[in-house]
T-cell receptor, first 111, second 113 residues
Framework: SQQGEEDPQALSIQEGENATMNCSYKTSINNLQWYRQNSGRGLVHLIL?????REKHSGRLRVTLDTSKKSSSLLITASRAADTASYFC???????????FGTGTRLQVFP | DAGVIQSPRHEVTEMGQEVTLRCKPISGHDYLFWYRQTMMRGLELLIY????????DSGMPEDRFSAKMPNASFSTLKIQPSEPRDSAVYFC???????????FGAGTRLSVL
């Protein structure tokens, strides 16, 4: 079964607005990653946050992690049409070697 | 490096036929993963290898599916016989060690008629 559930399933915004996506997971983790998937393409790694970190930034991306709530959020600031894609969280649970992906959020950014 | 290379990009076949999907991981990566993506079930891990050895194949749906990694630069996922419910996008990914960043290929879109 999938480790992560993402919310919302779909999000539509205008260029320049911020986009926030949330991920919840079920078991203890070593780290959590976010990936992007453009239509018809493979997943691309965006950012990794370790279980002992609470916040991380990379360009226009800001990721938070709350291990007590088993949740993470991805904020994309000043969105662009090129940010249109599906976004997935992925966790490596402490008791497995696998990387488990969430259900994804489909983001549409209108110019 | 050219990244993870999958072939073919698209495959259309008839029910009952054998299908072979191919993957070349990034050179130097120790781990190789096969995933299947569908609208209904999302992204599912089918099997993964470490140093060419299958470690966990619990995600392989049934005996019709098999995967091999004869050397560090090549892996195959075979479906025999194929069924319409196997229609999906199959991804291969590699990483330098498990749990860290995975690099995905462009995928093979399989349609079984």
């Amino acid at each position: 079964s999938q480790q992560g559930e993402e919310d919302p399933q779909a999000l539509s915004i205008q260029e320049g607005e911020n986009a926030t996506m949330n991920c919840s997971y079920k078991t203890s983790i070593n780290n959590l990653q976010w990936y992007r998937q453009n239509s018809g393409r493979g997943l691309v790694h965006l950012i990794l946050i370790r279980s002992n970190e609470r916040e991380k930034h990379s360009g226009r991306l800001r990721v938070t992690l709350d291990t007590s709530k088993k949740s993470s959020s991805l904020l994309i600031t000043a969105s662009r049409a090129a940010d249109t894609a599906s976004y997935f969280c992925a966790t490596d649970a402490e008791d497995t070697d696998k990387l488990i992906f969430g259900t994804g959020t489909r983001l549409q950014v209108f110019p | 490096d050219a990244g993870v290379i999958q072939s073919p990009r698209h495959e259309v076949t008839e029910m009952g036929q054998e299908v072979t999907l191919r993957c070349k991981p990034i050179s130097g990566h120790d781990y190789l993963f096969w995933y299947r993506q569908t609208m209904m079930r999302g992204l599912e891990l089918l099997i993964y290898f470490n140093n060419n050895v299958p470690i966990d194949d619990s995600g392989m749906p049934e005996d019709r599916f098999s995967a091999k990694m004869p050397n560090a630069s090549f892996s195959t996922l075979k479906i025999q016989p194929s069924e319409p419910r196997d229609s999906a996008v199959y991804f291969c990914a590699s990483s330098s060690y498990t749990g860290v960043i995975q690099y995905f290929g462009a995928g093979t879109r399989l349609s079984v008629l």
